[in-house]
């Protein structure tokens, strides 16, 4: 168990409605990273928050966007839902540095239909 | 820009048989290195990691990974498997770019274990 936590496990949504996901992140990390894993490929990096700051981000539209509170906690949230959008989304948190390690929750199935 | 390649889809073994899962990546610049493990319907698992060093590096479960820069792969192996091997197996590398870190992972390699 890498002590980070994400809700719901499972989501049905509908083509056209908006998603949140939830992540909590391990005890002491700053970072959180988002990922999404569409069925049969590797993860593919949506966006990096550090300190409640957006600071980097992968190929994915603006209809994708997200949000880090205080306590380091976090949101992916997700307008417009498309069918390609069904996907596990992975929630990685790691210490601030270069050689920290990232650890990931058991992310969340989201279906579109 | 980095990437990954993960040049088998699956690999079928027998229990106790050797494996190596192979893993080739591109950068034009320094990384980091490291392979995760999932099993069905969980998150990822780090295995083993890559930051400098001796080139050999050695993991949880019995795994161990041989960094090779001139040929930029970064292998799988491990001796022996049994049956809770099963899982699927990725490869990843880290850049440091702009502030932020950015993992790029491979296709992924479905490792199954045959009876």
């Known amino acids: 168990e890498t002590g980070v936590t994400q809700s719901p496990t499972h989501l049905i949504k509908t083509r056209g409605q908006q998603v949140t996901l939830r992540c909590s992140s391990q005890?002491?990390?700053?970072?959180v990273s988002w990922y999404q894993q569409a069925l049969g490929q590797g993860p593919q990096f949506i966006f990096q928050?550090?300190?409640?700051?957006?600071?980097g981000r992968g190929n994915f539209p603006p209809r994708f966007s997200g949000l880090q509170f205080p306590n380091y906690s976090s949101e992916l949230n997700v307008n417009a839902l498309e069918l390609d959008d069904s996907a596990l989304y992975l929630c990685a948190s790691s210490a601030e540095g270069k050689n920290t390690e990232a650890f990931f929750g058991q992310g969340t199935r989201l279906t579109v239909v | 820009a980095q990437s990954v390649t993960q040049l088998d889809s699956q690999v079928p073994v027998f229990e106790e048989a050797p494996v190596e899962l192979r893993c080739n990546y591109s950068?034009?610049?320094?990384?980091?290195l490291f392979w995760y493990v999932q099993y069905p319907n969980q998150g990822l698992q780090l295995l083993l990691k890559?930051?400098?060093?001796?080139?050999l590096v050695k993991g949880i479960n019995g795994f161990e990974a041989e960094f090779n820069k001139s040929q930029t792969s970064f292998h799988l192996r491990k001796p022996s498997v049994h049956i809770s091997d099963t899982a699927e197996y990725f490869c990843a590398v880290t850049l440091h770019s702009g502030g932020y870190q950015k993992v790029t992972f491979g296709i992924g390699t479905k490792l199954q274990v045959i009876p």
């Open positions: 950068s034009s610049v320094s990384v980091y």
């Open positions: 890559y930051l400098s060093g001796s080139t």
């Open positions: 005890s002491g990390h700053n970072t």
């Open positions: 928050y550090y300190r409640e700051e957006e600071n």
